[in-house]
Structure formats: structure tokens, C-alpha cells
């Protein structure tokens, strides 16, 4: 596994001749979408050079917000005209400002890094049509950043906060449903960083969703073994386990959940799995028992009223069963209820799973804005040769 890890960061050097080659391809779709503003007029490549230069100037300075549009701007203008070769000739000239200010000093590749994250963040909310070239520029190059800080750093911090920009990255790209590179993301970000229970829950989840039931379940053990009380891992665990007819296993885990105080979303879906678990082995009164405490827990979920109506009509208690609908349809909660709850949330992509790993990015990004700020403003003659190799 490490060596193939190996050989695969080796293959994504931002400074190979194949990071230069997707520039290339897959642009003809976008051709026609409207030009930037740089788009109107034809920008050398000393241009370019200059004004990347000035945006991360402005990043260094800690001009966090107008930054990142700078760079969207310069990037889509550049890119959306549909002309290969300019869209190179960006890179390039983004490649020489890196390498200078790197070859100074390593550590500004991590804000570097950041700065072209956030500007893939922004692309993705705003959805503009014309901009998909652009965004796939700009999350490569984080992407590539990450991993040359990585590759010519080496150390634990290097490998952590390269996990983390992964992470967040094939967070986005989960959010956009692309799972095969949210998934190839994941895996790099664990393979760099075992305790990365973000990157592990996504991989799974995305295992889960493609009827991956073992790959899901080895992935979940290890997101249990890096954090044993995450209880979003160990529902996920449960249900997979029961897909795979381990139901001894996943009652053990649902037991657990539902006896824990942790008053997340995962409790209420524990105890209605854990009731149907118990249904579905011909164990009603044993369901019932569950719901009698999950509706408890909690009075305003319709979801256990409704399963535990369900089972008292199945056990002959028709009369307590209409009461709990009639009670239930009358209540001002069922309205209010969405399907913004339990269920959904265990379904959907929920960004606070990878607010974590962005706030790591963001703290370890400003403490090297001074270190960049320093690059920037040196000469290139006076590199030291401390920073990246060629």
C-alpha cells in the first residue's frame, strides 16, 4: 500500500510534464461560454505572471475576501476563451511565480494551496456556466500543491495538511455527486492520514451508496478504530453490517447508540433501526420496548411514533395505534417536520462533516501569510534553495 501511495504521489508532481497535459484536453464543450474580463483582450503571459503575483500579494496581506475573487477572475478570464494554449500558458506562467517563491521557502505552498481551494469553493457556489474549465484548474492546482508540499516535505505536519485539503476537496466533489474523484480523494487523504475519520466516513459513504457493503464495513472499522466514540461511524457500521446478514453484530452496535446521551440526529435513526432490526427478526414486543423509549427520548420525532404505531397495530393494539396517528396528525410538530432530519442527514452530503478540515487549512494557512508575504517581496536571484526542488 505505501509503495503504491508512492508511486502515485510520484505520478502527481505538480512539475511533471503530465500535470501540463490536462490542460489541454476536455475543453471544447465550453468553448463557447462568454469570455472573463481578462477574455476581452488578448493577456501575455508576463501579464499573467504579474497579476497571480499581485493576487498572491494581496493573499499574503490577509485580503482573505477580495483574494480568491481575484484569482477567479484572472482564471476564468483567461481559460473560458477557448483557446488551449492560452489556457497553458496560464499554468506556466502560475508555475514560475510558485516555483520562485517556493524555492524560497516550502511553507508557502500550504497558502498557496488554500487560496486556490477557496477559489474552487466560490466556482462551486456559484455555478456560473462557462466556469467548469476554470474549475477544475483551480482544484488541480490545490490538489497538486498539497501533494508537491507533501512530497518534498515528508513530514507528519506535511501529510496532515495535505489529508486535510484532500478531504475537503473530495468533500466538494461529493457535494457536486462526483463520487469517483471524491472517492480517489478520500483514499489519498487516508492513506496520508489513517486518523482522518472526515475522509473515512466519506469513503464509505460513498462505498455504501454503490451497494459496496464489505469495502464500506473494512472502512468503517478503521474510522472506529481512529475514533471509537463517533457515532455516525458506528450506525453506518451497523446497517452495513446487517446488509450483510450480521445482525448479532449490528444489534450490538445499535444497543450502544441508543444507550448513549449523544443527542445528535444518529440516536433517533438508532432506535428506529434498532426496532426494526428487532421487527425483522420476529421480535415485536422487543421493538416495541425500543420506540416506547425512543419516542420518549424523543417526543417530537413523527418518525418513531409512526413505526411504533406501526408495530402496535401489528402486536393487535389497533386502538393505541390510531390514537398515536390521530394525536400525531393533529400535532402543529408534523407540519414543522422535514425531511431535513435523521434520515436525510444520514442520505445527503452535510458540509459541517468537513468543517473540521477546513478550519485546520485556515489556521495553518494564515500562520505562513508572513512567510509568503517575505517570498514574494525577495528577489529570485536571492532563493536559497531551501524550498522546492526541481
Known amino acids: 500500500m505505501r509503495a503504491r501511495t508512492e508511486a502515485w504521489y510520484r505520478g502527481e508532481l505538480l512539475l511533471s510534464l ?30 499573467m505572471e504579474e497579476i497571480y503575483r ?3 500579494l494581496d493573499w499574503a496581506a490577509g485580503e ?40 524560497a521557502d516550502l511553507e508557502v505552498l500550504v497558502p498557496i494551496s488554500v487560496l486556490h481551494h477557496e477559489a474552487y469553493r466560490r466556482l462551486l457556489e456559484r455555478r456560473t456556466r462557462g466556469e467548469a474549465v476554470a474549475m477544475v484548474h483551480t482544484r488541480r492546482m490545490a490538489r497538486d500543491l498539497a501533494v508537491l508540499y507533501y512530497e518534498q516535505s515528508g513530514s507528519e505536519g506535511a501529510a496532515l495538511v495535505t489529508s486535510r485539503v484532500l478531504t475537503s476537496l473530495g468533500g466538494m466533489l461529493l457535494q457536486s455527486a462526483q463520487q469517483l474523484p471524491a472517492a480517489e480523494m478520500f ?35 478503521r474510522a472506529l478504530e481512529a475514533e471509537p466514540g463517533n457515532a455516525e461511524a458506528k450506525l453506518r457500521l451497523a446497517l452495513n453490517l446487517k446488509r450483510l446478514d450480521q445482525a448479532g453484530e449490528a444489534e450490538k452496535l445499535l444497543g450502544e447508540l441508543v444507550a448513549a446521551t449523544d ?35 424523543f417526543p417530537n420525532d413523527p418518525r418513531l411514533k409512526i413505526q411504533l404505531a406501526a408495530v402496535l397495530d401489528r402486536r393487535g393494539a389497533a386502538g393505541e395505534a ?6 400525531l396528525l ?26 473540521p478540515a477546513r478550519s485546520f487549512l485556515a489556521e495553518n494557512s494564515k500562520s505562513r501569510l508572513p512567510v509568503l508575504a517575505q517570498a514574494l517581496s525577495a528577489p529570485a536571484e536571492a532563493s536559497t534553495g531551501t524550498g522546492v526542488g526541481r
Not at 474580463?37 to 508576463?46: H, R, T
Not at 478570464?77 to 499554468?91: A, C, H, M, Q, S
Open 18 to 47: 503530465v500535470a501540463a497535459v490536462w490542460l489541454l484536453t476536455d475543453q471544447s464543450a465550453w468553448a463557447q461560454a462568454p469570455a472573463g474580463s481578462l477574455g476581452q483582450e488578448k493577456i501575455s503571459s508576463e501579464r
Open 330 to 355: 393533529a400535532s402543529p410538530s408534523l407540519s414543522a417536520a422535514t425531511d431535513a432530519s435523521d434520515r436525510f442527514l444520514y442520505n445527503t452530503v452535510r458540509p459541517e462533516a468537513f468543517e
Open 263 to 297: 443527542p445528535s440526529w444518529v440516536t433517533p435513526l438508532g432506535f428506529q433501526e434498532l426496532a426494526r432490526l428487532h421487527s425483522d427478526r420476529g421480535r415485536t414486543s422487543e421493538a416495541e420496548k425500543v420506540l416506547r423509549k425512543g419516542v420518549e427520548r
Open 54 to 56: 499581485k493576487i498572491l
Open 64 to 103: 482573505t475576501d477580495r483574494a480568491p475573487d481575484e484569482l477567479i477572475q484572472l482564471e476564468t478570464g483567461v481559460i473560458v476563451d477557448g483557446e488551449p494554449k492560452t489556457r497553458k500558458t496560464l499554468f506556466e506562467a502560475e508555475q514560475r511565480v510558485i516555483h520562485q517563491v517556493g524555492t
Open 322 to 327: 390510531t390514537a398515536i396517528v390521530e394525536k
Open 187 to 221: 483514499q489519498q487523504a487516508v492513506d496520508l492520514d489513517g486518523h482522518n475519520t472526515a475522509a473515512l466516513l466519506g469513503l464509505a459513504s460513498i462505498y455504501e451508496k454503490n451497494a459496496q457493503a464489505e469495502s464500506a464495513v473494512k472502512i468503517l472499522r
